[in-house]
């Protein structure tokens, strides 16, 4: 075939277009076979492991120093005996054959502790702390007021009402060489020596005992 110069020169120019168009749409197919691994998070996006990891410094919860205690207080202890010493005073007088005695307590230690109702009381003797006839009576007409906060170095009373055992003409008297006193809810005892007469009799109640008071007063 026999092409002049301009026909030659407009066959070169299609074919050049048709090269480039044929080059375009290779590039074109090619673009749309980019690895997943290069896709980058578009600005502004958080990705889900980065989602994760801070909802979960969020939710963790605050450090507590070591040591530190979950509560400032704490309910004060029962007065036990060992917390204690103890004293009688008679000086009070008495009537009908009794004679009232004011039980003294006082707390020894450095340390709040918590009186709250009757103290147990006995009269013992025989040398070795026997019991001797029946424990005190609690006093209905001197009830408790309530817990007593007893302080380091205080000091709560309970009226204590002797009967004289003679009052009682089939008493078996036996010397007594003191009392035996426990603290309200305690399981140890104090030891008061103060003399004075005991029926053997368990059926006898020579002892009568109001509630603890804080401080000491007159009966």
């Not at 989602?51 to 029962?78: I, K, Q, R, V």
């Amino acid at each position: 075939m026999n092409f002049t110069g301009r026909s030659r020169t407009r066959l070169s120019a299609t074919l050049s277009a048709a090269a480039v168009a044929a080059l375009a749409l290779a590039l074109s197919a090619c673009g749309g076979n980019v690895p997943a691994s290069q896709t980058t998070a578009a600005p502004g996006t958080t990705s889900p492991e980065t989602s994760s990891a801070a909802a979960e410094t969020t939710s963790a919860p605050a450090s507590t120093p070591a040591g530190t205690p979950a509560s400032t207080s704490a309910a004060d202890a029962l007065c036990s005996a060992a917390m204690l010493s103890g004293a009688l005073d008679d000086s009070g007088g008495g009537a009908a054959g009794s004679i009232y005695i004011k039980l003294i307590v006082k707390n020894t230690t450095g340390t709040t502790c918590v009186l709250d109702g009757y103290p147990g009381v006995s009269l013992v003797g025989e040398g070795n702390g026997t019991q001797l006839g029946a424990a005190a009576e609690r006093d209905a007409a001197a009830p408790s007021s309530g817990p007593i906060q007893l302080a380091a170095g205080a000091s709560a009373t309970a009226v204590l009402r002797y009967t004289q055992a003679g009052n009682y003409q089939n008493c078996q008297q036996v010397p007594a060489e003191g009392l035996r006193i426990y603290p309200p809810s305690a399981t140890d005892a104090l030891y008061i020596a103060h003399p004075l007469t005991a029926c053997s009799n368990e059926d006898i109640k020579l002892l009568t005992i109001g509630a603890f008071q804080a401080g000491t007063f007159q009966p």
